[in-house]
């Protein structure tokens, strides 16, 4: 192969892969804030399901890690992990809450795949080690 052609291969390579990957990197950057309302919401589902472990990410760009006590029309207040201090906090300062402490269901998912995947190529080969079909000798009828 001459050098020009698997330079032109590398390029049209290059610009296809571009191309693929160029729509991922917006979907990627235009993640979507979060509003005082659905925050709000977000704050009193969580308190509701006792599922208080949360990392808050505040609009300055500083991140909080603690445990929701309660919440109001205006804010909530969150007790620091590191500190155990009781911050309040408004629901127009928060960018972003998300929960910490647990698995998603994605990984949930994929361990019980996991699992029965390994289950089943155990079961296969040991089938197959013990798979004889002329153990009890050939006779013809």
Same mark, same amino acid.
């Given at each position: 192969?001459?050098?020009?052609?698997?330079?032109?291969? !590398?390029?049209?390579?290059?610009?296809?892969?571009? !191309?693929?990957?160029?729509?991922?990197?917006?979907?990627?950057?235009?993640?979507?804030?979060?509003?005082?309302?659905?925050?709000?919401?977000?704050?009193?589902?969580? !308190?509701?399901?006792?599922?208080?472990?949360?990392?808050?990410?505040?609009?300055?760009?500083?991140?909080?890690?603690?445990?929701?006590?309660?919440?109001?029309?205006?804010?909530?207040?969150?007790?620091?992990?590191?500190?155990?201090?009781?911050?309040?906090?408004?629901?127009?300062?928060?960018?972003?809450?998300?929960?910490?402490?647990? !698995?998603?269901?994605?990984?949930?998912?994929?361990?019980?795949?996991?699992?029965?995947?390994?289950?089943?190529?155990?079961?296969?080969?040991?089938?197959?080690?013990?798979?004889?079909?002329?153990?009890?000798?050939?006779?013809?009828?």
């Amino acid at each position: 192969m001459k050098p020009l052609q698997r330079k032109s291969r !590398l390029s049209i390579a290059g610009v296809a892969l571009m !191309l693929v990957l160029a729509p991922l990197m917006r979907v990627a950057q235009a993640q979507p804030q979060q509003g005082p309302a659905s925050v709000k919401a977000a704050v009193e589902k969580r !308190l509701a399901n006792k599922k208080t472990k949360v990392k808050i990410k505040l609009r300055t760009g500083e991140e909080v890690k603690g445990k929701l006590d309660q919440s109001d029309d205006n804010g909530f207040t969150l007790t620091q992990d590191k500190t155990n201090k009781q911050v309040q906090i408004s629901y127009a300062d928060v960018e972003k809450v998300s929960g910490r402490g647990g !698995l998603s269901t994605g990984a949930k998912i994929g361990i019980v795949a996991a699992i029965a995947v390994g289950v089943l190529a155990i079961v296969v080969i040991v089938a197959l080690r013990n798979f004889d079909p002329f153990s009890g000798g050939i006779t013809v009828r």
